[in-house]
């Protein structure tokens, strides 16, 4: 790998840390040429310490490592993505990310659905008297009725989605999978759980 160390004076290139599961932004380090061979020989990340003018390796004193997993190079071979395995939080205030994000698995648009979801549930917890009357929705009222309903709504779109998929309208198809799924995540969020706790499932099946 051909990276440009000597790209400044000082010797160093930034290093993005990645989660290589969740995909999220960790942390960024500067690396000299040593702490990134280190860093390949030791499969644990290594920086050099701008401030303490030495290498450190992530997670030496706090036991919070970061496992290396890959490498890439960017474009100009002066800027480095490092995907880990992080063993604990990563920022030395104790959150996740050094941007006090927690570190799990983003879904685009399912991820944000499953925000207004729980927005809902919360709605439906709320006393009826106190609501306003925009509170009102298909969502809050699922959850009104209770896990019985929202199980029977999730078995019903499971049978249209079936007996779609034995007919030729791709378009009554893909609508009908739609249903399901938005009904799923409502009885997922029902039950206290998120589509997270289905990957981790999955993945240990894996």
């Not at 709320?126 to 306003?132: G, V």
């Not at 929202?150 to 739609?178: H, M, P, R, W, Y």
Request: glycine residues 6%; contains cysteine.
């Amino acid at each position: 790998m051909n990276i440009d160390f000597n790209k400044n004076n000082e010797g160093l290139v930034p290093a993005i840390i990645q989660d290589s599961t969740t995909r999220k932004v960790l942390m960024l380090g500067y690396m000299n040429e040593e702490a990134f061979l280190k860093t390949n020989e030791t499969k644990k990340v290594t920086f050099y310490s701008r401030t303490k003018k030495r290498l450190w390796t992530k997670g030496e004193e706090s036991g919070n490592f970061l496992n290396l997993v890959s490498v890439k190079l960017d474009c100009d071979n002066d800027t480095i993505l490092i995907q880990v395995d992080p063993v604990g939080p990563v920022c030395h205030k104790g959150t996740d990310t050094c941007w006090a994000e927690e570190n799990k698995m983003d879904f685009g648009f399912l991820s944000k659905l499953e925000g207004i979801i729980e927005a809902r549930k919360k709605l439906s917890e709320t006393e009826p008297e106190l609501r306003k009357e925009k509170d009102s929705s298909y969502v809050v009222s699922l959850f009104d009725s209770g896990i019985n309903k929202i199980a029977q709504k999730v078995g019903e779109e499971a049978v249209e989605t079936v007996i779609e998929a034995k007919d030729d309208n791709d378009d009554l198809f893909l609508n009908e999978s739609a249903d399901l799924l938005f009904h799923y995540l409502i009885l997922l969020k029902a039950k206290g759980f998120e589509l997270n706790d289905i990957v981790k499932v999955l993945k240990d099946r894996h």
